[in-house]
């Protein structure tokens, strides 16, 4: 066995809501937290990561609000990490803005307890996008620890995102519980941590390797260092190091190893599943999220902010628990719909409930904004930029034109006609931006380019992850299009297309709207 210097890393994998709900595995951390104490007591050297959230402090003190302080010492003396997430949420179904959220919240949680953490930490994450480089970045995060989703067997790679951004990138190809349990069987220990340096060892270019000591859930933490210091002779090749997952990245970081590049998303699940399905579990839940995150952070948060200017109190402290709620949920497994009934009836619940909260805020801040205002109709714009637009509202087509932030009033008024008529000639549509022709087979001309194929490719993958192979085909308009709604500055067209063999049948719904700016807009339904 060649020289080796196994960097071992303490840490639980904490599904707070999978196969049991928040109410059952909360009460599970006060346990832990005892255990680690009498750890450190013993080696005051030992370090233990708690899964890169701080969301499992948040719901140790709801439950146990007198291990406060005894957190806090940990935390200080560096012997418990958290962050520098607030939870581990599912990248790919949450918004952009919630995942900023999560960092935001983590940030502000670790400065309460006076503590840092430089390195995130995405070990169950069902699939990475291309953005996250550049919000690690964002909060000056250096590296990552990701498992499931990347494309190469890499131990390390240099993360490139979408903007360019990169990250160093440690890959967790062995697993993030590799070293579990390694002292509940001691007659076998040496020969698993063995075994494990033997298997991994030809992957790494320098003599180091990390071993994880860890579970889902785990609340029986050890220290496998004192374990083997105490245990006998292990193989001299192989030399143990306590870290953490910083200290490893900045070690790796200064033996100016080559890497690959690898960019934007990393969804392959090849070396780590990435169980594809998820995205089409339990989807009233995630339209529920939608919904939830869009009201916040699209509606009723930036109307706080007007309200505001007129006196209305900013009601932060209700926006970060709204947040942190809709955080909650976008959890991984739940937000994912892998979790038992329980945990997403009470998602359901939970939604419904900040749902119909953020819109009584939004309401009363509608009223203090326009309090001063005479009877009429009105557009609220809450971004800075000048907009003149058309927009449906209760079946009349109502044209605004603003400056930035601010009221303005509705200047002109059209009635939308129901036309029901058939497009059995080719549709012409055209305005200072474009020209579009919309032909009956449902083939799209605009200007100089063609649109609207929908190719249905066969599923080569699996159950653990998502590859395309042979081109099947095309889905076709079943009955020519249909002009729906139609006024003097816009139309509605709506039609079914389809394709089918002798062992699956797809169909879609899709509604294309022209009017007068140069956005041409697409709603297909699945």
């Known amino acids: 066995m060649p020289e080796t210097i196994a960097h071992v890393i303490n840490h639980t994998h904490w599904d707070r809501e999978w196969f049991l709900t928040s109410v059952y595995t909360s009460r599970w951390i006060p346990g832990l937290i005892d255990k680690l104490e009498k750890l450190v007591a013993q080696n005051p050297d030992f370090c233990y990561l708690l899964d890169g959230q701080t969301l499992v402090i948040e719901d140790l003190l709801a439950v146990a609000p007198e291990y406060a302080e005894r957190v806090a010492t940990l935390v200080k003396q560096n012997q418990l990490l958290v962050g520098p997430y607030y939870c581990q949420p599912d990248w790919q179904i949450s918004s952009g803005e919630l995942l900023v959220r999560n960092l935001m919240n983590g940030r502000l949680d670790l400065q309460r307890l006076g503590a840092a953490m430089a390195t995130g930490w995405l070990v169950d994450t069902f699939g990475h996008i291309s953005q996250s480089p550049q919000l690690h970045r964002m909060f000056g995060l250096d590296a990552v620890f990701v498992w499931r989703g990347v ?290 087979d449902g083939r799209l001309q605009l200007d100089e380019q063609r649109m609207g194929r929908l190719l249905v490719w066969a599923e080569a993958g699996d159950t653990y992850s998502a590859q395309k192979g042979e081109l099947l085909g095309e889905l076709r308009p079943s009955v020519p299009p249909i002009v729906a709604k139609k006024s003097a500055q816009h139309c509605e067209i709506t039609f079914s297309a389809a394709w089918q063999n002798e062992s699956a049948n797809v169909k879609a719904d899709i509604r294309l709207i022209f009017d007068q700016s140069p956005l041409l807009r697409w709603q297909v339904d699945l």
Request: charged share 15%; aromatic share 12%; glycine share 6%.
């Open 151 to 440: 494309p190469q067997l890499a131990p390390y790679f240099q993360w490139q995102g979408a903007d360019g951004s990169d990250l160093l990138a440690v890959d967790l190809f062995g697993g993030y519980r590799n070293l579990y349990g390694v002292t509940h069987a001691p007659e076998i220990a040496v020969q698993r941590l063995e075994g494990e340096v033997d298997k991994l060892r030809p992957f790494y270019p320098t003599p180091d390797i990390p071993l994880f000591d860890g579970y889902d859930l785990e609340d029986n933490p050890e220290d496998p260092l004192t374990f083997f210091r105490q245990a006998g002779p292990i193989n001299p090749a192989i030399t143990l190091q306590q870290a953490t997952p910083t200290s490893f990245v900045h070690h790796i970081a200064q033996q100016n190893v080559p890497m690959p590049i690898i960019s934007g998303e990393l969804n392959s699940g090849k070396y780590g599943a990435t169980f594809p399905g998820v995205y089409s579990t339990r989807t009233y839940l995630k339209v529920m999220a939608h919904d939830c995150q869009r009201l916040l952070f699209q509606v009723a948060e930036p109307l706080a902010a007007m309200a505001r200017l007129r006196g209305r109190a900013y009601p932060a402290a209700d926006i970060e628990r709204w947040e942190r709620l809709l955080l909650q949920n976008a959890v991984h497994d739940c937000i994912c719909g892998v979790s038992i009934d329980q945990v997403h009836e009470k998602m359901e619940y939970s939604y419904r409930q900040a749902f119909d909260a953020i819109a009584d805020a939004a309401q009363s801040s509608l009223a203090a904004i326009l309090q001063a205002f005479a009877p009429g109709d009105y557009a609220i714009s809450t971004q800075p930029f000048a907009t003149a637009v058309w927009q449906t509202v209760n079946g009349e087509l109502l044209w605004a034109e603003t400056e930035g932030i601010g009221v303005w009033p509705v200047q002109k008024r059209l009635p939308i006609t129901l036309v029901n008529e058939a497009v059995t000639t080719p549709f012409v549509w055209q305005n200072e931006h474009y020209t579009a022709v919309l032909f009956p």
